[in-house]
């Protein structure tokens, strides 16, 4: 059996370094038992085809040992950076993520419908009308040296998303008034940094949906400006926002500073800083966490920061995706409920296979 994989040397690069980190190796193997892995020469004056040749013999020694141990194939990291999940069943776990119309974050949406699927879970979309939301028209701009800064997305997460946007779900989301949070096992909030989100952070229609999730105990996030939603949203029986008692992280007001004064990137949203509002909402400042490193995240190096308080996570902005679609992840898999649809659903989908 043959195949063949399309990556740049430095994603190699990465996976190999992620694999020497990780020590992912079986029980009882030495490490001596990896193969080599090519290295790059420094000053070579031969031409590239013939070093792409030479490196070829090592560097399928290197990968046919990878595919052949379980304890690497099986992580996340592998299966997302081979393309390998998508040989993997579905279970009954569905995920909903809410849309603003337009502007919302590429990276946050992106990352976290990569790895829900590369683990077989299914992925729906809702936005306000039903219509298929817009992402951020800057994310798609090529880097230059006018708009490369801190909030533009990496290689990585742009490709992703010209995978998402032939998902039929993401073409045909699910109207807000339609959500029926029974039917699913999670919900994440996803926000951007413009002011085109601002009526989906204050939209009480989503926020009565959330409520009605939040009362299933089942795993709900929330991203950067989406706490907003979670603070905003009462509880109808304790009369007090829905994570007043939870601790929680939200977008940073060290990142929004910084935005603020970023010729190219976007102005706040409101007057007060995300940070402000979401700790002035909480019981107290004790249930506020955050971290100030703002390092983003990748694929082999979770480094980014979440906040977990039972069947809720929050994450502070796009750099912890990574980090946070990772732990969302696990909560789904963790959780007992699984969407059962019902006779009439099931008997149509074997009559149209």
């Known amino acids: ?32 038992a990896l193969p080599p892995f090519p290295e ?13 040749v030479e490196r070829k013999k090592p560097l399928e020694n290197y990968l046919n040992y990878l595919f052949s141990v379980p304890s690497i194939v ?3 990291q592998f299966k997302i950076f081979f393309e390998t999940y998508r040989t993997q069943t579905m279970t009954n776990k569905k995920v909903l993520i809410p849309l603003p119309e337009r502007d919302f974050d590429l990276t946050q949406v992106a990352v976290l419908w990569k790895i829900l699927k590369a683990n077989g879970i299914k992925v729906e979309f809702a936005s306000e009308l039903g219509a298929t939301s817009i992402v951020n028209p800057d994310h798609l701009k090529k880097p230059d040296l006018l708009n490369v800064s801190m909030f533009y997305p990496a290689f990585e997460p742009r490709r992703y998303f010209m995978e998402l946007e032939k998902d039929p779900s993401f073409n045909s989301p699910v109207p807000f008034s339609e959500i029926n949070a029974n039917e699913y096992t999670g919900m994440v909030l996803i926000a951007g940094n413009t002011a085109n989100v601002k009526h ?5 229609l989503l926020q009565s949906k959330v409520q009605d999730f939040w009362a299933l105990k089942r795993p709900l996030g929330a991203i950067g400006q989406a706490v907003l939603i979670m ?36 102005s706040s949203i409101y007057i007060e800083t995300v ?15 955050t971290s100030r490193d703002v390092f983003w995240d990748s694929l ?23 980090t946070f679609s990772t732990a969302f992840t696990k909560m789904i898999l963790d959780c007992a409920f699984e969407y059962q649809p019902p006779p009439e659903e099931t008997n149509s989908k074997e009559s149209n296979e």
């Not at 790059?40 to 792409?52: G, N, Q």
């Not at 989906?200 to 009480?204: I, S, V």
């Not at 992280?249 to 190219?264: D, H, Q, S």
């Not at 082999?300 to 996570?313: A, E, H, M, R, V």
Request: charged letters at 25%.
């Open 1 to 32: 059996m043959s195949w063949i994989i399309e990556k740049r040397y430095k994603e190699l690069l990465a996976l190999h370094n992620w694999v020497l980190k990780q020590q992912l190796l079986l029980v009882g193997e030495p490490t001596t």
């Open 231 to 266: 603070v905003r949203t009462v509880d109808i029986n304790a009369k007090h926002p829905l994570i007043h008692y939870k601790r929680t992280t939200c977008y940073p007001k060290l990142i929004e500073f910084v935005g603020k004064l970023n010729p190219f990137g976007s």
């Open 300 to 322: 082999f190096d979770l480094n980014g920061f979440t906040c977990q308080d039972d069947w809720y996570l929050s994450a502070r902005w796009e750099g912890d995706a990574y």
């Open 275 to 289: 940070e402000d509002e979401v700790i002035r909402q909480l019981s107290g400042p004790q249930f506020f966490n």
């Open 40 to 52: 790059a020469p420094i000053f070579d004056s031969r031409d590239i085809k013939e070093i792409a």
């Open 74 to 76: 099986n992580q996340n």
């Open 200 to 204: 989906y952070l204050e939209c009480k």
